[in-house]
């Protein structure tokens, strides 16, 4: 039932994306706004009740709601786990994206290409020359392949019904929007967002990257990944994108220009540097990786099967 779910899941998201339109991640982003604004004393407790008022709740409804509707009947299960699936996982969020920069460079529209990339990623790429905002894209897209496809696909076949995916996402979203400003501004509010999903992370992110080296690269993936992860601000995303680069064969990392001046970044991946058709080869790998999952889901139905 959770392979086939998963499908169902991937296959509406195809054809109806949800995108910024997705009404549930709109409420819920109200709704913790609204308690950050009863909460947020500035005190670590505070954050830690805060977010457990804000996801816990939601997992439980996930939960119930899977719970009694396959007590009416198994595919009332299985259309719910649909369902949650389909309002938590986006593989069309960072896919259109991708689509629209990539359409953008082959035409040598690069002003489109920024403007594309700067919303989607929320950062200035006014000056970025074509190179760099086709490697920045394809770091942003491995990172949210990762977060809003194999972690929540990850911990949908952990917990019990959908409550792991809307676990993750919800944690994800806490994360964005406490957690990160815990970390750069030491917030103490923020800082249980940003260690639950850090600690919800640790094991996902490692099958990613390693399912990125089976279906990339292998050779190369594990040795970008050994060498270069530990350069990156962030460990664990060092590790998705060295193995991601190293299996593309691209580089990535490196400096970039943005406000009046140049950001300097450590190198992530071998190869040459990236250019607008790099951007489809990502999606390939990514594709790949979904597919590799689904395929080892299957595997393992089947041996409990027999």
């Not at 970025?128 to 490697?135: A, G, I, L, P, Q």
């Not at 949908?156 to 964005?176: E, K, M, N, Q, T």
């Not at 992110?205 to 390693?210: C, P």
Request: net charge neutral; aromatic share 14%; proline share 4%.
């Amino acid at each position: 039932m959770s392979l086939l779910a998963l499908i169902l899941a991937l296959l509406l998201e195809q054809f109806y994306p949800l995108g910024s339109r997705n009404q549930f991640f709109l409420f819920f982003t109200r709704f913790a706004n609204v308690i950050e604004r009863k909460f947020n004393a500035g005190e670590y407790v505070h954050g830690v009740v805060a977010w457990l008022l804000a996801v816990i709740p939601a997992c439980l409804v996930a939960w119930a709601g899977y719970v009694a509707l396959r007590h009416v009947n198994p595919l009332l299960g299985l259309a719910w786990n649909v369902l949650v699936l389909y309002l938590t996982m986006g593989f069309r969020h960072f896919s259109s994206a991708f689509s629209g920069i990539s359409e953008a460079l082959q035409q040598q529209d690069l002003p489109r290409a920024r403007d594309l990339l700067a919303t989607w990623t929320n950062q200035p790429t006014s000056e970025m020359t074509e190179s760099e905002v086709s490697k920045v894209s394809i770091e942003q897209g491995l990172i949210d392949s990762h977060r809003f496809v194999f972690a929540t696909i990850f911990w949908f076949l952990i917990l019990p019904g959908p409550s792991g995916a809307v676990l993750y996402r919800l944690a994800s979203r806490l994360f964005d929007k406490w957690g990160l400003r815990a970390e750069r501004l030491e917030d103490k509010f923020g800082l249980f967002a940003a260690s639950i999903h850090n600690l919800l992370d640790w094991v996902p992110i490692r099958l990613t990257a390693v399912s990125f080296a089976i279906v990339g690269d292998f050779e190369d993936a594990v040795y970008c990944w050994r060498a270069q992860a530990a350069n990156w601000a962030s460990y664990a995303y060092g590790i998705l994108l060295a193995s991601g680069a190293g299996a593309i064969g691209v580089r990535l990392g490196d400096p970039v220009h943005q406000d009046h001046t140049v950001k300097y970044r450590p190198e992530l991946g071998v190869g040459d540097e990236a250019d607008p058709d790099y951007l489809k080869s990502a999606v390939g790998l990514i594709w790949r990786g979904v597919l590799l999952w689904l395929l080892i889901v299957l595997i393992l139905w089947l041996s409990h099967a027999i």
